[in-house]
């Protein structure tokens, strides 16, 4: 099934470019990603004089997700299925006592989910869409994306 890599991307060894998976211009992606089933990657025409995104080495992004407008994924970050990151889009780290914001920046390790804030309008308070920290990437984790390493090791093409 197709995927796409757009003109000026760089996309790492062994990483995994799944079917629908759509990389935009210079987004630069690392070794040993996972970009899942219908993933959306940005490039710098989305929208114009954007940054590019990186996602660093070992990340997974989960079936589903869109990271846009230079937004940046840490070295073997797992974002669940449908989390949405653009450059301004808060990512909540609700692990400890109190929560620790990000903007369009998903720290190393961690595991991340789509979450949302009550913001206040002039017409009144509504939820808004974010990204939430739940945890970090752990050996369960691992265990949950080892199909990928058995690919690898056995030079599978997907």
């Given at each position: 099934?197709?995927?796409?890599?757009?003109?000026?991307?760089?996309?790492?060894?062994?990483?995994?470019?799944?079917?629908?998976?759509?990389?935009?211009?210079?987004?630069?992606?690392?070794?040993?990603?996972?970009?899942?089933?219908?993933?959306?990657i940005g490039g710098v025409l989305e929208p114009p004089q954007a940054a590019p995104v990186i996602v660093e080495n070992g990340a997974f992004i989960g079936s589903r997700c869109i990271v846009v407008e230079g937004a940046h994924i840490g070295e073997r970050a797992v974002l669940g299925a449908g989390v949405t990151i653009t450059g301004s889009s808060k990512v909540i780290d609700i692990t400890g006592d109190s929560p620790v914001e990000y903007k369009g920046l998903v720290p190393a390790h961690s595991v991340v989910i789509p979450g949302s804030y009550t913001k206040e309008f002039p017409a009144g308070a509504y939820?808004?869409?974010?990204?939430?920290?739940?945890?970090?990437?752990?050996?369960?984790?691992?265990?949950?994306?080892?199909?990928?390493?058995?690919?690898?090791?056995n030079n599978v093409s997907v």
């Open positions: 099934m197709p995927s796409y890599v757009n003109v000026g991307a760089y996309v790492g060894e062994r990483t995994m470019v799944d079917t629908w998976a759509t990389v935009g211009s210079c987004a630069q992606i690392g070794s040993d990603v996972h970009l899942s089933g219908g993933v959306g939820q808004v869409p974010c990204a939430l920290i739940i945890g970090k990437r752990k050996a369960s984790t691992d265990l949950k994306t080892s199909l990928n390493d058995a690919l690898r090791e």
